[in-house]
């Protein structure tokens, strides 16, 4: 029976309560005493020389309190790349300094070069304008396409980079020979060349940040859309600003929405701390839609040859990539992992496959900066190897539910070394991929077809069995793979005289739920009610630390920080219910929220015991100190490795090349489950970005740079009619090894599995229709391209 | 974006010719333009406003002609900077040859928008553009010709001068 409370419970989210009736306080909400308004000045060309930025005009317009160019900005330091990489030569990685304002040069379309500070938005707007007409920015041309960026030693994004490569990587380097000669001895060779498509997050409340000063103390304060306030106010302290770590306090506030967006530290917020110094006023920043269209950090944008070798009968031998990966023009926070650690390491997918060799070249253009986007290098991974395994398939007549049975790993091959570096600890990939041909009523399907064809449509169905590592990360196994911080996180669970908690958590709750599910956890483990229980965060004023909210981490890795401070709180209540009852601490058993003397009925409740740590009449102070409030970390002793089997089913109308998607079956592990409603939601989101990837979205510059889908009315977003009613299902569940809630992360997963299943899909459908001289759709699979694949 | 098209304008590639080079022509001609300055030596300074979509803006810009062969071939290549809306620039080679009925003028264009209008305007900025070659040729071959002719010539012209006057006879009736 479906519990009502506590851990496994579909308890409703109490934060949905003010996202819904719109009582939810996001950064833009803040209005502050004496507060200033900044515009940014962003360049119009893609790349260009700043010859010359007169800003009198401008300073001397009404209302106009302060402007800012690069110039200001030339002694700070640069927002640096969170991950070191070397190249195949064992060169370190190219790292240009990304300032906080363009000096030199402007290298995006959207790349701020300058910043007005005015009495009024209207202002500081109007200010703006004239700035950009006074500066002379001699236009050079732009380089946007990858390849021929590499192939062009005389036009650099970056003055310092000969070849626009920030670095050329092999993983793993060893494997190359043997890959190699397994490819050539392979009886059969499938090649696929194919495009990720660059996505623009697109979330729903746009960047935005207030920057504080008070003179009286030398403090400041950044109130900013951050995924993670604890990472921002180490970027700004330790590397860009330089203010002692103590002296600012970095609040994210209700965020809606950030899919990886919002990781990053971008240069607004230095922007306005600093102009808050200056002024000794508040200075706030909202970007506009079209901004966020220009700045946010964009997602994917590889562009892949996979190859894979394998016998008829569709056993994996041997899988080579070679992958460009934009970069953009400068490297945002995490924008060296994503193609490389979080991309090269999956390649495996979750098949025995004895050899892989990855090997990325990630790309400088005069794009906007590609980093981590919901799924971050494992939809790039997933994608590659699911569409080519789909087109071995094809090649050889295979039956595709056959080969992924053929090629998965197998229960009592756990704990399996991969090929390209990790441990899986724990999966069962037949027991999803059954679940999925069940509820997706497979045999069904030639029925649904024959319906489908009667109506002029033709139908397909297209499987993808996906695997993905999260819960980021083992410090020690992303610091050997080259990341700069370990990815550890904190919680201080303390309970209040009354018997109530505060949880104080580094994870950043910006719509996953953790108001909801972390207090359920907490709630069962104590005996207490859900109610008696809230979580901070978002304020580095008020959590220990904690590294944010991504890659899958925040219950796998926060929430098991959690669960160990749950763990003391209990064992320092022992101490305490000994006292009160005269017992030895060893005898002292607590459950069901009662701490007991074992064999005895004597106990007290969590709340007395509570009651005393804070106000004893009689305690012992010598002892046992007073209080019961804890502090712990974690560092997860490994990724989590969620999986699962993804069937969709389209209708293409061969007409107009228009694909519905008509089903969607979702069968994923995710370890134990928390609250199941909260995870049926992720995958349903994650699976909308997925289809929104697949069908709609793409970004789209031209060759000057210029970005052509820079508004909603040119960027597809996935609707409502977009996207099918979906059949979910977490029922297949192998309990993650090593945290202690055995939970393996959700909230990419409908991201990275998805793309796949849905062009396999249409593939599939073209096919059965008979228009089988199709064998690949480049995303977004538009009518457009499908009408021209049919008829081309 | 690029585009070309040919006229037949009725009046002698001199004519013509002197009115390419007209600031007061091209102010007459160029849609939606409010002032032309300057000459054929200097380059002119021009001020227009458009609606490209969804944006509206002010454009000014200067204007080049090079590459000169007299009454035959010119290029005309200019920017105009519309503020926030962005900046459009481009050029175009304008060639005429005499043939019985007057002036062939064939024309290929080379323009690039960037900005607000790259962003927003992208899906509509080659027909904006076709539009705004094709209304200013009307207006420049009306110009050259006279109006008479054009009314004859031109079917958008006669359908225009049609509905007005069904609109003027229901007033009156």
């Not at chain 1, 396409?145 to 050329?168: G, T």
């Not at chain 1, 000994?578 to 002292?588: P, R, S, T």
């Not at chain 2, 010719?17 to 021009?46: K, S």
């Amino acid at each position: 029976m479906p519990k009502d409370t506590g851990i496994g419970a579909s308890t409703k989210r109490r934060e949905d309560i003010r996202f819904l009736t719109g009582k939810g306080v996001y950064t833009d909400d803040l209005s502050l005493f004496g507060q200033a308004h900044a515009v940014m000045v962003r360049s119009t060309v893609a790349h260009g020389r700043i010859v010359s930025i007169d800003t009198s005009e401008a300073a001397g317009m009404p209302g106009v309190l302060a402007v800012f160019t690069g110039e200001d900005f030339k002694e700070v330091g640069g927002n640096p790349a969170g991950w070191f990489i070397k190249s195949r030569n064992g060169e370190p990685m190219r790292e240009p300094k990304r300032p906080v304002l363009a000096h030199g040069k402007v290298r995006h379309v959207g790349d701020a070069y300058a910043c007005v500070v005015a009495e009024t938005y209207a202002q500081a707007k109007d200010a703006a304008q004239v700035l950009a007409d006074a500066a002379v920015i001699e236009e050079l041309p732009a380089i946007i396409d990858m390849k021929a960026a590499a192939a062009d030693a005389s036009n650099r994004v970056h003055d310092e980079i000969p070849d626009n490569i920030c670095f050329d990587w092999g993983w793993i380097e060893d494997n190359r020979a043997a890959v190699d000669a397994a490819m050539k001895a392979a009886p059969h060779v499938v090649t696929l060349e194919l495009t990720n498509n660059r996505l623009v997050p697109n979330a729903m409340e746009p960047r935005a940040s207030i920057g504080e000063y008070f003179p009286g103390t030398g403090d400041y304060k950044l109130t900013t859309t951050s995924q993670n306030p604890h990472l921002t106010r180490l970027l700004i302290c330790a590397f860009v600003m330089g203010i002692p770590e103590n002296k600012l306090q970095v609040v994210a506030p209700d965020v809606g929405g950030g899919f990886g967006s919002k990781i990053y530290h971008y240069g607004e917020e230095a922007v306005v701390l600093a102009a808050a110094r200056k002024l000794g006023r508040p200075v706030r920043w909202t970007a506009e839609r079209t901004e966020s269209f220009l700045s946010d950090a964009h997602g994917r944008d590889h562009v892949t040859k996979i190859e894979l070798g394998c016998t008829k009968e569709g056993d994996i031998l041997a899988i080579r990539t070679e992958t460009l990966a934009n970069v953009g023009a400068y490297l945002s926070n995490f924008s060296t992992a994503t193609p490389t650690f979080l991309h090269g390491t999956l390649m495996a997918g979750p098949y025995k496959v004895p050899h892989v060799y990855v090997n990325v070249k990630t790309i400088f253009t005069n794009t906007a900066p590609v980093d981590a986007y919901r799924g971050a290098g494992r939809p790039e991974a997933t994608y590659s190897i699911e569409r080519v395994i789909d087109k071995m398939c094809r090649e050889l007549n295979l039956d595709p539910f056959e080969v992924r049975r053929r090629n998965l790993l197998t229960p009592d091959q756990f704990p399996y070394t991969t090929p390209v570096g990790l441990v899986y600890d724990t999966g069962n990939y037949q027991a999803t991929l059954d679940k999925a041909i069940e509820l997706g009523d497979v045999a069904g399907f030639e029925a649904r077809r024959a319906e489908s064809a009667k109506r002029g449509k033709l139908r397909g169905m297209g499987l993808s069995t996906w695997i993905e590592a999260c819960g980021i990360a083992p410090s020690h196994l992303v610091g050997v793979l080259g990341s700069r911080v370990g990815l550890y996180d904190a919680a201080t669970v303390r309970v209040n005289a009354t018997g109530t908690i505060s949880v104080m958590t580094g994870a950043h709750s910006h719509g996953q739920g953790h108001e909801t599910v972390f207090p359920q956890i907490v709630a069962e483990k104590l005996g207490i009610p859900e109610s008696s229980v809230e979580i901070v965060h978002g304020d580095t004023a008020k959590i220990p630390f904690g590294m944010g909210s991504y890659g899958s981490r925040s219950l796998a890795v926060a929430g098991s920080a959690m669960d160990r401070a749950i763990d003391k709180i209990i064992a320092k209540g022992k101490k305490i219910a000994a006292h009160m009852l005269e017992a030895a601490e060893g005898d002292i058993t607590f459950a069901d929220g009662k701490f007991s003397v074992a064999g005895t009925d004597k106990a007290k409740s969590f709340g007395e015991i509570a009651f005393s740590a804070y106000v004893p009449h009689n305690y012992p102070l010598e002892t046992l100190e007073p209080g019961l409030e804890e502090t712990a970390f974690y560092d997860p002793g490994n990724f989590t490795y969620p999986a699962g089997a993804y069937i969709c089913e389209v209708e293409v109308d061969p007409d107009t090349g228009k694909v519905d998607v008509v089903s969607f079956t979702a069968a994923d592990d995710f370890g134990n489950v928390m609250n199941p409603m909260i995870v049926e939601g992720q995958v349903h989101g994650g699976v909308g970005q997925g289809i929104g990837q697949a069908l709609c979205e793409n970004t789209s510059y031209d060759e000057n740079g210029q970005l052509l889908t820079g508004s909603f009315m040119d960027y597809a977003m996935p609707r409502a009619d977009d996207v099918p009613f979906y059949t979910v299902d977490h029922s297949c569940a192998t309990p993650c090894t090593h945290n202690p809630l055995g939970v393996k992360g959700c909230g990419e997963a409908g991201a990275i599995g998805s793309p796949p299943a849905v062009v396999n899909a249409v593939i599939d459908a073209l096919h059965r229709g008979g228009i089988t001289h199709v064998t690949h759709i480049d995303m977004p699979v538009s009518p457009n391209r499908v009408w021209q694949a049919i008829n081309g | 974006m690029q585009m070309s098209d040919t006229r037949d304008i009725k009046a002698p590639p001199s004519e013509v010719w002197a009115a390419i080079l007209n600031p007061e022509v091209l102010r007459e001609c160029i849609p939606g333009c409010t002032e032309v300055t300057g000459n054929r030596d200097d380059g002119f300074e021009a001020t227009v406003t458009q609606k490209v979509g969804p944006v509206k803006a002010t454009f000014k810009g200067a204007v080049a002609l090079s590459d000169i062969t007299e009454g035959e071939k010119v290029t005309i290549s200019g920017e105009g900077k519309g503020g926030p809306a962005g900046f459009a620039k481009g050029g175009a080679v304008v060639r005429l040859e005499p043939i019985p009925e007057g002036t062939r003028l064939s024309y290929d264009v080379e323009a690039n928008v960037g900005g607000k209008l790259a962003q927003l305007g992208s899906r509509i900025i080659d027909g904006f553009a076709k539009k705004m070659a094709d209304d200013f040729f009307n207006r420049f071959q009306q110009a050259v010709e006279g109006p008479a002719e054009v009314e004859e010539t031109s079917d958008a012209g006669a359908e225009a001068g049609e509905t007005k006057k069904g609109w003027f006879k229901r007033l009156i009736s």
